[in-house]
């Protein structure tokens, strides 16, 4: 039976009532996930809120309103400092446009009860966002108003560390950062849980994909294709299940054949970019199209698209229907 998916754009400047509602609908779901190694490899709420207040100081002030939207109790803080999160596994693809008007785009590969499929517009802080919410305050990808637009994908390394959940990390580039320049200082700093990568691009064109891990550190790359390996392969029977190779080639082709963004985004909602591998957790609930220099994001899946601005956000409902599920 096809799956059905519901996703729904959402926008609050300040975090307020229609952000508790949110926070109400999916922790259930969150403290199984965030307890489901038992509470003791969690980090105390003492270590998480200060580690936000010293690596993210910027964002102190918002996160000590969203623990009293989510009612103040310990566990919550917690969960939503991002701090030492249990592991956590996703797919993806993304590639940049740079030829005319830059682009990022990207396919979010996962399982679909595991999304929250909140398209959220938020103006913290002086810095307006628009993004795919994940773990409650932090995005999947986004952009700014400023002109830079993030992605990420997991790195395809078994390593854990001692750091912070990256959806937590793409929240803090958007709302800190103007440019990639910006975006690259604050990433050669901040301690990461788990190996990531991310692309980003900004406004004048500047493009970088980021390696994240935990015992690295970050290493730059000045590319803007991505899947689920960092240079070489170091998990391979994750990047045979996930195809990270032959989606990473795909991507380098359509950047050489498109002759412009729309049809090198085309290419993202057909194999071996779209998988339809949902049994595996592994099948693709959206593509994102990122356009920084119109403050622009159009959500795509086959045959339905659904855009959004700073200057037009579509607050709303879509139900999308995905493909028949295969094994791979």
Known sequence: ???????????????????????????????????HEGERPRASYGESARMVGEHMPELAATYGHLCQLAGGGDLEARMLSMWRPPSYLSGCSQGVWVRGEPALVRNYDYSPDRIEGTILSTWWDGRRVIGMSDCLWGLLDGVNDTGLAVSLAFGGRRVVGRGFGVPLVVRYLLQVCSTVA???????????????????????????????????????????????????????????????????????????????????????????????AYESGMGTLYTAVYRPNRGSVEYRWLGQAWEHSFDHFDEGVRVIRLLEPTAA
């Open 1 to 35: 039976m096809r799956a059905a998916l519901t996703f729904e754009a959402i926008a609050e400047d300040a975090p307020g009532p229609k952000w508790q509602a949110l926070f109400h609908r999916h922790w259930p779901r969150y403290r199984q996930w965030f307890l």
């Open 182 to 276: 910006e975006a690259r200082a604050v990433l050669s700093r901040l301690p990461y849980h788990l190996a990531h990568t991310l692309t980003l691009v900004d406004g004048a064109g500047d493009v970088v994909t980021a390696h994240l891990s935990p015992d690295r550190g970050v290493a730059f790359r000045e590319v803007g294709v991505a899947t689920n390996h960092q240079d070489s392969v170091e998990w391979h029977e994750h990047a045979r299940a996930t195809r990270s190779l032959e989606r990473e080639r795909a991507i380098a082709t359509a950047l050489e054949r498109a002759t412009d963004a729309q049809e090198f985004a085309s290419a993202f909602l057909e194999r071996p970019l779209y998988s339809a």
